[in-house]
């Protein structure tokens, strides 16, 4: 039975390029897997995770699902996400970017009436793993994954997604900091920067 809106984080990635272990990564003390789903659940009742290593993930207090095509990449991941849960929607978010802004995420979901999929246009162009998608997706999804796909952005103009613009994004988020995916050492030194003045900034 489908149940409402999800907040779906994907965390299958193998991170390589920061040496592994990505969602255990952390800024300001909280790990990466904990602040996306902090995001989740400030617009989201429910939550879940789908990542290739379910065993990593048993301390979490949400659903964890297993990919059904680990190694395939995201797009996978979201057909898994809307077959294996009773999410009739998804707020799609990666684990990877721990500054996203719960503002962007309320205007995601704000603008879904009338739409299959709603994504953000970031700075490098659309963002199909920030984005929110109904269930009406996966019959698309996955005849895209079976088709070898592994690009998610491929699934935005089949189901004509509605895409923010970069002034709508501007904002709710002005300096793109929903969109610094970390995956390398000196991504992490930006975050930490950038979270470091924000914290400065919040406690004058």
């Known amino acids: 039975m489908e149940q409402g809106l999800w907040g779906v984080i994907l965390a299958g990635g193998p991170g390589s390029r920061i040496g592994g272990h ?3 990564r952390t800024l300001g003390g909280r790990r990466f ?3 996306a789903l902090a995001a989740a659940r400030s617009v989201c009742p429910q939550c879940l995770v789908v990542t290739g290593q379910v065993e990593d993930f048993l301390d979490l207090d949400c659903q964890v699902l297993a990919d059904r095509w680990p190694g395939q990449g995201p797009l996978a991941a979201l057909a898994t996400a809307l077959l294996d849960s009773p999410a009739a929607e998804v707020l799609l978010l990666p684990v990877d970017a721990p500054l996203v802004q719960p503002a962007l995420l309320e205007l ?3 603008l879904r009436p009338g739409h299959k999929a709603v994504a953000a246009q970031g700075p490098g162009g659309m963002e199909p793993l920030l984005a929110w998608y109904h ?5 698309t999804a996955l005849r895209l994954v079976k088709a070898g796909e592994k690009r998610p952005r491929m699934l935005l103009p089949a189901v004509k997604a ?3 613009t970069r002034e709508e994004v501007a904002a709710v ?3 793109d900091l929903s969109f610094l995916n ?3 050492p000196e991504d992490l030194a930006k975050a930490q920067e950038i979270a470091a003045q924000r914290g400065q900034m919040h406690t004058n």
């Not at 269930?135 to 019959?139: E, F, G, K, T, W």
């Open 182 to 184: 970390v995956n390398s």
């Open 173 to 175: 988020d002005p300096q």
């Open 33 to 35: 897997i904990d602040l």
């Open 108 to 110: 995601l979901l704000r």
């Open 162 to 164: 509605r895409i923010l």
């Open 135 to 139: 269930r009406d997706c996966l019959p």
């Open 22 to 24: 990505k969602p255990w």
